[in-house]
């Protein structure tokens, strides 16, 4: 087994990860880009556990396990961010978010602040 | 070139396709397609690489559960039928810094291993995985599970509207305030 191989196609899908993530305005084709980024990082860790002889066997492996489940905890909360964006601006483009809002009027909320 | 390679060179360049094709379509709906194609090559070079239970979690996890949240979320989102036009941004800076960081990561690792051959190790089953989670790896396995569980209450505060934003008024489960009510000092109406 060359580990060239899918050494060099990891890096071709992290560098079409970053494209992605940089060009994409829609924030769930921004978050398949990620997926794609992680995915490459996995990819190496597996090809990195037939290369490298650790210590521990199948490290990578159990890596890229640990890593798999990370990204389906961020897809689960991205998701929820992007919903709620799409709630509040009905758009979720990217490069309309405003980096800082402006703090809510607390004129018509005054009977919040008492505790039940 | 054995076997190993040639599944490996075309598992990988199927991967590579489907995913310009996920950063470059105009049907958002596509895209996700694409992606299942993607993540289901690197679970065939997973599997050429002996990383049995890797493959089938990938299949499990990625296939079967991220990409149907992706597509739930195009679909709740805006599932246009055919080509958008504003999906992309101008693309030179994000082409620039995509192509120079991939190809140099591949340079760097051709640099590194060359045409050299390995052998492959001993096949990553459900069992030696397990020993090695559940005995090496166990303290970063708990702290993963409370993880899980911290991002799942999480998504669910985020997707609550009534609960987590300062100044929402505090709904009465069983009798929801209506809008317009006038509150007493209590917060009640």
Same mark, same amino acid.
């Given at each position: 087994?060359?580990?060239?191989?899918?050494?060099?196609?990891?890096?071709?899908?992290?560098?079409?990860?970053?494209?992605?993530?940089?060009?994409?305005?829609?924030?769930?084709?921004?978050?398949?880009?990620?997926?794609?980024?992680?995915?490459?990082?996995?990819?190496?860790?597996?090809?990195?556990?037939?290369?490298?002889?650790?210590? %521990?066997?199948?490290?990578?492996?159990?890596?890229?396990?640990?890593?798999?489940?990370?990204?389906?905890?961020?897809?689960?909360?991205?998701?929820?961010?992007?919903?709620?964006?799409?709630?509040?601006?009905?758009?979720?483009?990217?490069?309309?978010?405003?980096?800082?809002?402006?703090?809510?009027?607390?004129?018509?909320?005054?009977?919040?602040?008492?505790?039940? | 070139?054995?076997?190993?390679?040639?599944?490996?060179?075309?598992?990988?360049?199927?991967?590579?396709?489907?995913?310009?094709?996920?950063?470059? /379509?105009?049907?958002?709906?596509?895209?996700?397609?694409?992606?299942?194609?993607?993540?289901?090559?690197?679970?065939?070079?997973?599997?050429?690489?002996?990383?049995?239970?890797?493959?089938?979690?990938?299949?499990?996890?990625?296939?079967?559960?991220?990409?149907?949240?992706?597509?739930?979320?195009?679909?709740? /989102?805006?599932?246009?039928?055919?080509?958008?036009?504003?999906?992309?941004?101008?693309?030179?800076?994000?082409?620039?810094?995509?192509?120079?960081?991939?190809?140099?990561?591949?340079?760097?690792?051709?640099?590194?291993?060359?045409?050299?051959?390995?052998?492959?190790?001993?096949?990553? /089953?459900?069992?030696?995985?397990?020993?090695?989670?559940?005995?090496?790896?166990?303290?970063?396995?708990?702290? %993963?599970?409370?993880?899980?569980?911290?991002?799942?209450?999480?998504?669910?505060?985020?997707?609550?509207?009534?609960?987590?934003?300062?100044?929402?008024?505090?709904?009465?489960?069983?009798?929801?305030?209506?809008?317009? /009510?006038?509150?007493?000092?209590?917060?009640?109406?």
């Amino acid at each position: 087994m060359r580990p060239v191989i899918p050494y060099v196609t990891a890096a071709l899908l992290f560098g079409l990860g970053v494209f992605g993530v940089l060009r994409r305005r829609n924030a769930v084709l921004v978050l398949m880009a990620v997926e794609l980024m992680l995915n490459a990082v996995n990819l190496i860790l597996v090809t990195a556990d037939t290369t490298v002889r650790a210590q %521990l066997p199948h490290s990578g492996q159990v890596f890229a396990l640990f890593v798999i489940v990370l990204a389906a905890a961020e897809i689960g909360v991205g998701l929820a961010i992007v919903l709620q964006l799409y709630r509040l601006r009905a758009s979720v483009a990217v490069d309309d978010v405003p980096l800082s809002e402006p703090p809510a009027q607390p004129a018509a909320r005054t009977g919040d602040e008492v505790p039940r | 070139m054995t076997g190993a390679d040639v599944l490996l060179l075309a598992l990988g360049a199927v991967a590579v396709g489907a995913g310009a094709l996920v950063v470059g /379509t105009r049907h958002l709906v596509r895209a996700g397609l694409w992606l299942v194609v993607c993540l289901g090559a690197l679970a065939g070079d997973y599997l050429v690489l002996t990383a049995e239970l890797v493959a089938w979690v990938q299949v499990l996890i990625y296939v079967g559960a991220v990409v149907v949240l992706l597509l739930f979320a195009v679909m709740l /989102t805006r599932a246009p039928i055919g080509a958008s036009d504003d999906l992309d941004r101008p693309g030179w800076p994000a082409a620039l810094i995509g192509g120079g960081s991939g190809l140099g990561l591949a340079v760097l690792l051709v640099d590194a291993f060359r045409w050299s051959r390995v052998q492959l190790p001993a096949a990553g /089953t459900a069992e030696r995985l397990g020993e090695q989670v559940f005995r090496s790896w166990v303290l970063p396995f708990e702290v %993963l599970s409370v993880l899980l569980l911290a991002a799942l209450v999480g998504a669910i505060v985020l997707s609550r509207t009534d609960i987590g934003r300062p100044g929402t008024p505090v709904a009465d489960p069983v009798r929801p305030v209506p809008a317009g /009510t006038p509150l007493d000092e209590g917060g009640r109406a």
